[in-house]
């Protein structure tokens, strides 16, 4: 029993010790969180049949945010956004006073985890990546950028 144990802990180890990508200080980006009413596409009347049709039309609020790089290292050549689920959003050469403009969605979905709800901002060069910026929105409407609170819809 121990040696399959000394086994299974020196497989997972390395898994455990692995480098993480270290935040951007905060001194090296500008971060803007913008919202404008938008109207939500909404689903064709022939396709639905509901009893109460009573719903509501108009404009809901929608969220984007833009990152404007400040300071680049040396190693940090590139530039991704991926949002939670793994999808690339954005790909470009990293520059300073570039502004990297992401559409984050509505707020309530934003809020309620429906869809996409967070975001990396990540550096990188050949030879990988060297710092993210996490944009992630909670359930209560808190916007964190790398943990600390931004913003609340």
Same mark, same amino acid.
């Given at each position: ?12 180890? @390395? ?5 993480? =990508?270290? /935040? $951007? ?6 971060? %803007? !969180? ?6 939500? @596409? ?5 396709? =639905?049949? /509901? $009893? ?6 108009? %404009? !809901? ?93």
């Amino acid at each position: 029993m121990i040696y399959a144990m000394k086994w299974i802990f020196c497989l997972l180890f @390395p898994l455990l010790i692995q480098n993480q =990508v270290p /935040f $951007k200080p905060k001194e090296e980006f500008e971060f %803007k !969180l913008d919202s404008e009413f938008k109207t939500k @596409p909404g689903v064709e009347k022939s396709d =639905v049949t /509901f $009893k109460d049709q009573n719903f509501a039309s108009g %404009k !809901l609020p929608h969220a984007s945010f833009t990152i404007i790089p400040i300071k680049l290292n040396d190693d940090e050549a590139r530039v991704r956004v991926e949002n939670n689920r793994g999808e690339k959003m954005y790909v470009r050469k990293a520059s300073i006073g570039n502004e990297i403009t992401i559409e984050m969605g509505f707020t309530d979905d934003l809020k309620d985890h429906i869809s996409v709800y967070g975001f990396d901002v990540i550096f990188y060069s050949k030879s990988g990546d060297t710092s993210v910026i996490k944009v992630y929105v909670q359930e209560d409407g808190t916007v964190l950028v790398n943990g600390e609170k931004k913003w609340k819809f």
